[in-house]
């Protein structure tokens, strides 16, 4: 199974930062790779496919690059909405495998 | 707009079996994969497998193999998936989730999820 790796798994940030996230892959999965947010008590929800396609209805402060094995998720000008639990996956091989997830507070 | 509607909480015994239902709206169900995902408490996601309708073919983690078991009815855009052999491990909520029939695919759309609580 591939392994994908987040970090850091927790991060303190302050309304209106600027925050990076980084997913990195046990072998290359092209840019098959898909990150999603999640609150407490609810669904994950879908931001990005194919390392940097904004779902739709998802706004441009989230951003995400990457191909091979190294992936980023950029989330600028933080909100309150946005502090959450971020996931990132890939879906290159089955099965299809997440990382352990990134939680986002606020500092 | 696109909803995937998941049946109620259940509680079980060791050793039992439990059938998640997810029933899909707001597209065309022959176009779309269903995946199955599981989050233990205070835990990560975890898939568990996924099935394409129309085409019949189904995929399973290794982890899971032999004990679960995902089928659709296409008649009533639902697809069901089964976990046998229940232990307190598989206390989790599960998820349905919705993707693309073109593999490698992708996941767009999340049911709300059914939690399940194995307990004697």
């Known amino acids: 199974d591939i392994q994908m790796t987040q970090s850091p798994s927790s991060l303190s940030a302050s309304v209106g930062d600027r925050v990076t996230i980084t997913c990195r892959a046990s072998?290359?999965?092209?840019?098959?790779l898909a990150w999603f947010q999640q609150k407490p008590g609810k669904a994950p929800k879908s931001l990005i496919y194919?390392?940097?396609v904004l779902q739709s209805g998802v706004p441009s402060k989230f951003s995400g690059s990457g191909s091979g094995t190294d992936f980023t998720l950029t989330i600028s000008s933080l909100q309150p909405e946005d502090f959450a639990t971020y996931y990132c996956?890939?879906?290159?091989?089955?099965?299809?495998?997440f990382g352990q997830g990134t939680k986002l507070d606020i500092k | 707009q696109v909803q995937l509607v998941q049946s109620g909480a259940e509680v079980k015994k060791p050793g039992s079996s439990v059938k998640v239902s997810c029933k899909a709206s707001?597209?065309?169900?022959?176009?779309?994969?269903i995946s199955w995902v599981r989050q233990a408490p205070g835990q990560g996601l975890e898939w568990m497998g996924g099935?394409?309708?129309?085409?019949?073919?189904?995929n399973y983690a290794q982890k899971f193999q032999g004990r679960v078991t995902i089928i659709a009815d296409e008649s009533t855009s639902t697809v069901y998936m089964e976990l046998s052999s229940l232990r307190s491990e598989d206390t989790a909520v599960y998820y349905c989730?919705?993707?693309?029939?073109?593999?490698?695919?992708?996941?767009?759309?999340w049911g709300q999820g059914t939690l399940v609580t194995v307990s004697s």
């Open positions: 989730a919705r993707s693309s029939v073109v593999t490698p695919a992708y996941v767009d759309y």
């Open positions: 707001g597209g065309t169900f022959s176009s779309y994969g």
């Open positions: 099935i394409i309708p129309s085409f019949g073919r189904t």
């Open positions: 072998q290359g999965i092209s840019n098959y």
């Open positions: 194919a390392a940097s």
């Open positions: 996956q890939q879906y290159n091989n089955f099965p299809y495998t």
